[in-house]
């Protein structure tokens, strides 16, 4: 769905200082390698962002289409008001703040019918009975909330609403009987709940990827999510689903954060890290749970492939984002090996990364030639042949003083003058230490140089 069709479709809101409205704008997206993307195409080079923001003033009375300011929301997400308090997936940033801007009044729209109604109330927790027909309802209707502003542009809200329909059924944790998702040796991995002993371990069956099951102990810290029995028996798999459009909304965060005409400061680039970061998590966990499904039930395999395919496409993208080019690239060949509809993306996502790959390359060839040009102009000069022959000048001043003391010196052992190697270790050492420089300087400035470069690369 084009999102700035739908925008279109909306109507635009009677400007109320202190309302709460919707603005869209055009934004640059800035690939992984640092690189505005080359393409034709605008739709490709610019991405739809629509954020929230508070009507600071209106335009000049009598001008209906004209400038009004407004403070705007960071695009940093953050829980519903009556939902869960915390995350299970997205990050979460303590230091959020505003920012004024300046819209066309075009540009401003109206909240959805649903998100003025979260100001009054609405929302729930994760404290529900799992069971119940009427959670199913409410997870399919904040889903299809999050997958309206996902069409929209608003990823902030959209990550918002998924996380609370996660929220309803992934924080019950003490179900005794029930399966966990749970990170273990840096991979997620099913656990189903023996018992929880009072010091709050958990006595676990681990289900390994090869169908084997092994016992162990572990603790709440390493709990990502409880996995909704209903969500399996009824085959809807909506976990998986819920956890991919999550992913797609923290990748798309992750392009814009920080792009809004603003120049991109550390903290903004902490944040792209971890909204991609995030969107690894998130993804691994949707392939495990598919996995899961196929292992228990082989009659899913045909409604959870594509799922499964998806996620590995989504998070080889976080992959290649996060520069980790190996791990971009085994999931998408993974893909390549399936028969599958989404073959046509995984080859395109391989292309690219052989494409960002051999940017980097020339990249580090270039900057390897101006480091080399560097060396020969400071190896040929005249100041760095001066420099090593005054060393040299000193070592010799400071081993004459060094034998004048051991001659005229009547309380120094004879044996020991005469042993040049009594009292001037660290004349010795000095000396080695020059002429080592004087026959390897070239190679000394070299791994300086390259300690340089890797720093500057990096």
């Known amino acids: 769905t084009n999102p700035s069709a739908t925008a279109n479709q909306l109507d635009m809101t009677p400007l109320v200082v202190g309302n709460t409205v919707r603005i869209s704008c055009k934004v640059s997206v800035v690939s992984s390698n640092g690189r505005k993307t080359t393409s034709n195409n605008d739709e490709y080079s610019t991405r739809i962002l629509s954020r929230r923001a508070i009507v600071a003033t209106l335009p000049e009375e ?11 929301d ?19 940033f303590t230091s959020v703040g505003m920012e004024e801007c300046e819209m066309d009044t075009s540009d401003v729209r109206e909240l959805l019918p649903f998100e003025q109604a979260e100001f009054g109330g609405g929302g729930g927790g994760g404290n529900v009975d799992l069971q119940d027909d009427s959670i199913l309802s ?18 902030t809200c959209a990550i918002s609403y998924y996380e609370a329909a996660l929220g309803l059924v992934s924080s019950k944790f003490d179900n005794v009987g029930g399966s966990l998702l749970i990170r273990r040796n840096g991979h997620s991995v099913i656990a189903e709940v023996d018992c929880i002993d009072d010091d709050g371990t958990y006595d676990v069956t681990y289900i390994l990827p090869n169908g084997e099951t092994e016992e ?17 028996r009824q085959e809807l798999f909506l976990q998986p689903r819920i956890l991919l459009n999550l992913c797609r909304c923290l990748l798309r965060l992750a392009e814009v954060d920080g792009c809004i005409g603003e120049k991109s400061s550390a903290s903004k680039k902490d944040r792209k890290e971890k909204y991609r970061q995030a969107a690894v998590l998130g993804c691994s966990c949707a392939i495990t749970l598919c996995e899961h499904y196929i292992a228990d039930n082989s009659a899913a395999e045909q409604s959870v492939s594509s799922l499964l395919e998806k996620a590995r496409i989504v998070r080889a993208r976080a992959f290649l984002d996060l520069g980790k080019m190996p791990n ?11 028969n599958s509809s989404s073959q046509r993306e995984a080859q395109k996502l391989l292309t690219e990364i052989n494409a960002v790959q051999a940017y980097k390359k020339a990249v580090d060839k270039r900057l390897s030639k101006e480091v080399c040009r560097w060396v020969q102009t400071a190896t040929s000069s005249t100041s760095g042949a001066a420099a090593m022959n005054k060393m040299s000048d000193l070592v010799s001043d400071h081993e004459n003083n060094t034998q004048k003391k051991v001659t ?14 009594g009292d001037s270790d660290n004349t010795v050492i000095l000396k080695w230490f020059i002429e080592f420089s004087k026959k390897c300087y070239l190679e000394i400035v070299c791994c300086i140089a390259f300690i340089v470069a890797m720093f500057v690369v990096r």
């Open 62 to 72: 009598g001008n209906a289409n004209g400038i009004c300011s407004l403070v705007q």
């Open 74 to 92: 960071d695009l940093a997400p953050r829980p519903l008001v009556h939902g869960t308090r915390k995350f299970l997936v997205a990050p979460m």
């Open 138 to 155: 409410r997870v399919e209707q904040y889903k299809g909330y999050g997958d309206e502003l996902l069409r929209l542009g608003d990823y």
């Open 216 to 232: 162990g102990t572990m603790k709440q810290t390493d709990i990502l999510m409880a996995v909704w029995p209903y969500d399996q």
């Open 328 to 338: 971009a690239t085994k999931d998408a060949k993974k893909v390549l090996q399936l």
């Open 408 to 421: 005229f010196s009547p309380t120094i052992n004879s044996e020991v003058a005469k042993d040049p190697r």
